[in-house]
């Protein structure tokens, strides 16, 4: 298999983009990756557009030729691809462009994702939400997403003591992380006090444990890791990409409290990089609920299960130690735009790789992990990126 | 770059499946499909759907994994990957398959296409036919899909003389062929006076010349060509996959009348397979509108540019000639489940290619040709088949 490499990133500011169309946050991030890779446009082979909700929210499909034709590519005829998983849309265009690429059918493509979840009424956007539940099994009998997470963090509090403190760590860390990134949703800073205090969204979940809907589009150009260097002084490889996927709806799990489809795909991921959690200095992980960070450390083997909580509270992944997690702030002070994460969470980490991640800059970096979550797990993507020597 | 062959298909019928969940068409498709290639589903790698409206007509995302857990794979973690692009999104779903085996990642995979679409009121389908043309630039304008190819027909009509009734004679040849496919949504045979006479959708097409909107799902097997014959007798091999798009909005093309699109999808796929049109056999092209059928056969290269109309009415494709189209009844009477189209067209060539196609088999077929369109031609996807020895 031909070994694959991120030649260039782009990313828009997340955020309320209301002056902005679907369209043109597309094409910003695509174009920044383009240029950051030294790819003229007639070089690219392709384009594999991750996006969830364009057809729910904007009476749109087939986004990815829409881009393309924006971008001024559809001259050239360019294939151009959506692929969608809920929130894991994006990383499900990365692994559909790795394959791409891996096979030898295409040397450069664009993997880009998009999202605008901020022009709609609220309802509207908490009802596509929740779509990536289980409409039959979940939605019809009145549960949302924050709910299903809500009964997922109790379990967790039930079998491992887990406290309402330690859940809301996590939203304090990430927001002091997202204050030192320009493109982060949120800048501000948070108390344990606030999110603790928040007003409830399902208990013991309130609004500062949960990500904010956002818009924004983020975009990586990948090629062969052979020609990488006339692209780029600091190729990173794409070391694994690799793709699991659970039941549907939370009730069918053996384990309320394991999201058993990262941990497969952690394992595979492992597996074809021959790295262990060990070697990872720097993970971007699904932190769209408080909760849902907890669980991903865990199932990617970061830390024992039941541990999170504590080893949260106390900073270890906050920078001082091992592993740092979330320096782009995450999903929670980022954003959220659900088919943009996946591809966001590969630029933040190409841009630590690389050293060039300025004031959240993760020092000496050379592995780095993403995982991005589809529902309450249904779909989990991860990816490992190494700086090429 | 590993070679690709199709094991194994599967495909229910299509049409109104009142009685019939997507999940439980979905799942009847797949497990047809595991069965025809002798393949146990521990042996199965991953899942790759084509669907293009759940998200907006069934409030429900994620259907890759929704499927896979339906059939019982869920608790093995399996990958699976939902494409979308449109009328397309079955045969973009193979190609990203097609990328997956041929890139060594997975050995076999699923290609799966399930759409339902006759449980919503028309007006809501109608609505989602209408998404795959450029939301901004035509439908917020009031355009529809038949009215955007009735459009191209007029011009079709004014630049090359073609006729009303040559238009007709592309439904009525898909009836006659339809009456011989058991799982045709329709199988009544059509004559020319009843397609010319029928009441107008968009002038001057009328309702006889649009595919109607159907339920229904089609699966391929695909796996490495080297170890085909451990699971069929006739392995058919995948000898081209590919992928090429177009503006959004026709208003923006040089030519009205020509599907550049599959143009160029057909040129890249002929040089991959290292043939030309007249070494195919049979084909299954779009003709989800009468007008669109025509274009295609000008552009996929199998007959000059203006001369379909006569060509077609002449019946040179309906069987005693060189080529035979659309033996399956195509989207016209086959029936037009959108992300299930290109899935069964693929299905019914290997059956053609296989000799399995009883009263409607194309004596002697080797290579056969699948075309898929979205909207107008924003996306085409050309898929060229071929009897191994």
């Known amino acids: 298999m031909r070994e694959v490499a991120v030649l ?9 983009l209301w002056d902005r169309s679907f369209r043109e946050i597309g094409i910003e991030a695509g174009l920044q990756a383009l240029v950051d890779a030294k790819l003229s446009s007639a070089q690219l082979g392709g384009l594999f557009l991750g ?28 294939p151009a691809v959506r692929v969608e998983g809920g929130g894991a849309s994006g990383a499900l265009a990365l ?46 009998f009145g549960a949302t997403l924050p709910a299903l997470w809500a009964l997922i963090a109790r379990r967790h509090m039930h079998l491992y003591g887990t406290t309402r403190e330690q859940l809301a760590s996590v939203a304090v860390q990430a927001h002091a992380m997202g204050s030192k990134n320009p493109n982060a949703h949120y800048r501000n800073k948070l108390t344990l006090e606030q999110v603790v205090g928040a007003g409830p969204v399902a208990e013991p979940l309130g609004v500062f444990d949960c990500a904010p809907l956002s818009d924004g589009a983020a975009a990586v150009v990948l090629g062969p890791l052979e020609t990488a260097r006339r692209h780029t002084d600091t190729p ?3 070391a694994a990409s690799q793709v699991a996927c659970d039941t549907m709806a939370v009730q069918h799990r053996h384990d309320l409290t394991a999201l058993a489809s990262t941990r497969e795909a952690a394992v595979r991921a492992f597996a074809q990089a021959r790295r262990a959690p060990a070697d990872v200095q720097v993970a971007e992980v699904h932190d769209a609920y408080t909760i849902s960070a907890l669980l991903s450390l865990e199932d990617l083997g970061f830390v024992e299960k039941g541990r999170s909580g504590p080893a949260f509270a106390a900073g270890e992944f906050g ?3 091992r592993l740092t997690v979330n320096p782009s702030g995450g999903l929670k002070a980022q954003g959220r735009p659900f088919g943009a994460v996946g591809v966001a969470q590969v630029v933040e980490l190409v841009r630590q790789l690389r050293g060039e991640a300025k004031d959240r800059q993760v020092s000496g970096a050379t592995l780095g992990l993403a995982q991005d979550v589809g529902g309450t797990g249904a779909t989990s993507v991860v990816t490992l990126l190494e700086r090429a020597n």
């Open 319 to 321: 920078g001082s130690g």
């Open 51 to 78: 996006n969830m909700a364009s057809g729910s929210l904007l009476d749109q499909e087939q986004i990815a030729p829409l881009i393309l034709d924006y971008a001024g590519l559809a001259r050239r005829h360019l």
């Open 8 to 16: 260039g990133v782009g990313q828009t500011r997340f955020g309320e």
């Open 236 to 238: 990173i490889r794409l």
């Open 95 to 140: 692994h559909a462009g790795y394959l791409a690429v891996a096979s030898g059918l295409y040397d450069y493509v664009v993997v880009g994702g998009a999202e605008k979840l901020t022009d709609v009424p609220d309802a509207t956007a908490n009802q596509i939400t929740s779509a990536t539940a289980d409409h039959e099994w979940e939605v019809v």
